[in-house]
């Protein structure tokens, strides 16, 4: 194949190469699901703590990427890129000799921070490799279809690996394709960057990472202190605060890290609703979903992998089918659909749950949701990597995948919220119910949410009361259940609504062209 204008003599090796990068970056971000119970035990992590194995990564990542793709455009993509490869290396090594569950949840920030570094690249390249519209359409096509794999691979492969290795195997495995990604891209992808560079907007970064950090602990810790605590209202204030700094800096900044003049565009800002909205809803499964039947059904991580199989392939399919759909016809009509039916989805996940459990059934119903949200992904990264200059592509892309992150990262935070709050309002009603002390109350609780009995708790108190106790343990299923089903209904209620934003959004911007 010959070189294509300003694009790469090897566009084809150099997609593959990309393609592998990305799937490293995303499928650490649901790899990990299907461990938590082993992480769990080994570590004696709460529910709390293992959203922090899971969120430590997606914070960083999301937090960081604006500044990974702005430094990409002005310093090279490919530099950036392996610079990134390299540090996700490192936390990979870090996680899997972790003794503590702090240690692991330090590792999965470090690798998010390289995750930050290497993916915005994968991208922005693109619109580099490919120049002509309807090649890159078929190209996203096929980044969005492997992120998709990545992502609904995630639970499968970790459960193969646990399985057969344990919990850290997964961080070896990771060390090994993200060591195989970093040769690949130096061998064949082109470098590229802005060729009239602006100063770097650090601000800007420093102001994006505070508001979005600040804003996701205080959303996870408020589960256990309350939201209204002074420490948690605290960080949701320096959150908004941060916030409304870096919009005040961004339309002020010479080269701003994100140019908000690109939200005036409607497919642009109709497809950061929907990465927003569907990544928010995609964790709805891979995490709680996952988690619900590991610890409440024990499901080995081997038949917890087994149920997310066919999502993954219909992930897939919906992805290629996207990528083909939008080289011909554009991106909204694909990206509405492919909320609907993802929403449809959930809710029909959501009744499989609902009574006694029969695999085949519940895969079904996730592949029709895993199927919506390959239709969904690939139209709204074309709308925005066709809407911005190329010589901004670093931006739009790092942009596009910081809402996928945010809406991930505000998934199992918010959604975590929930689950935990129905767990303990629903525990501790029972519990006054049986008549257990409330001075009980609160170690009983940590035990279901553990598994376990705490370390260091005295069970001397608890022996008078132990067939209490032993109902409470079996009440845990129902109250989490609650949880769950309330977190899947917000979740297809928010997609739903972004596809009628979208549709609205669209309508409108028709109706001032006329």
């Not at 061998?187 to 100063?199: C, M």
């Not at 961004?250 to 003049?261: I, K, S, T």
């Not at 629903?426 to 598994?451: C, F, T, W, Y």
């Not at 259940?481 to 911007?509: E, K, N, P």
Request: glycine share 10%.
């Amino acid at each position: 194949m010959g070189k294509a204008p300003g694009g790469t003599a090897r566009p084809r090796v150099a997609l593959t190469a990309v393609a592998v990068v990305v799937f490293v970056t995303f499928l650490d971000t649901t790899v990990v699901s299907v461990a938590l119970g082993d992480i769990r035990s080994d570590l004696s992590a709460d529910v709390t703590a293992l959203q922090w194995v899971v969120n430590a990564y997606t914070v960083v990542f999301a937090g960081l990427m604006l500044a990974g793709g702005s430094l990409g455009d002005r310093w090279g993509r490919k530099r950036v890129m392996i610079v990134g490869l390299v540090i996700f290396c490192a936390g990979s090594v870090v996680s899997a000799l972790a003794s503590s569950v702090a240690v692991l949840i330090a590792g999965r920030a470090i690798m998010g921070l390289g995750a930050a570094a290497s993916e915005p690249g994968t991208l922005s390249v693109l619109r580099h490799i490919f120049p002509d519209d309807r090649a890159r359409a078929k190209a996203i096509g096929v980044w969005a279809a492997v992120s998709g794999l990545a992502l609904a691979a995630g639970p499968v492969l970790g459960g193969v690996l646990v399985h057969a290795y344990g919990w850290r195997s997964i961080f070896w495995f990771n060390l090994v394709i993200a060591a195989v990604a970093l040769v690949a891209a130096l061998w064949s992808v082109p470098e590229s960057a802005d060729p009239r560079p602006e100063p770097i907007d650090w601000a800007g970064a420093l102001l994006s990472a505070i508001a979005f950090g600040s804003v996701i602990y205080a959303a996870t810790v408020g589960q256990d202190l309350g939201y209204t605590a002074p420490s948690v209202l605290a960080l949701f204030a320096v959150g908004a605060v941060a916030f409304a700094g870096f919009v005040v800096v961004e339309l002020r900044a010479r080269a701003p890290m994100l140019d908000f003049r690109y939200l005036r565009l409607p497919a642009v800002r109709s497809a950061l609703v929907v990465a927003f909205a569907v990544y928010f809803g995609i964790f709805s499964i891979f995490f709680f979903t996952a988690l619900y039947l590991q610890v409440m059904q024990s499901y080995s991580a081997a038949r917890t992998a087994t149920v997310f199989v066919p999502m993954a392939v219909a992930i897939v399919i919906g992805s290629l089918v996207a990528g083909w759909w939008v080289a011909r016809r554009g991106a909204r009509t694909p990206m509405i659909l492919g909320c609907v039916v993802g929403a449809s989805g959930i809710l029909l996940t959501r009744y499989m749950l609902s009574g006694v459990i029969h695999d085949p059934a519940l895969s079904a119903a996730m592949a029709v949701a895993g199927f919506g949200f390959g239709i969904a992904v690939v139209p709204l990264t074309s709308a925005v990597m066709s809407g911005v200059p190329s010589e901004h592509s670093g931006m739009a892309a790092a942009v596009t995948n910081t809402m996928r992150q945010v809406g991930s990262a505000f998934g199992v935070a918010v959604l975590g919220a929930l689950v935990s709050g129905f767990l303990s309002a629903d525990l501790k009603a029972r519990m006054n119910e049986l008549g257990l002390p409330a001075s009980l109350q609160p170690d009983a609780i940590h035990a279901v949410e553990l598994g376990k009995i705490p370390e260091g708790v005295d069970i001397g108190p608890y022996l008078k009361y132990l067939s209490k106790v032993t109902e409470v343990l079996n009440t845990g299923k129902v109250a989490f259940h609650h949880g769950l089903d309330v977190a899947l209904l917000v979740s297809a209620l928010m997609i739903f609504a972004a596809a009628a934003f979208t549709a609205v959004d669209a309508a409108r911007h028709r109706a001032d062209v006329t």
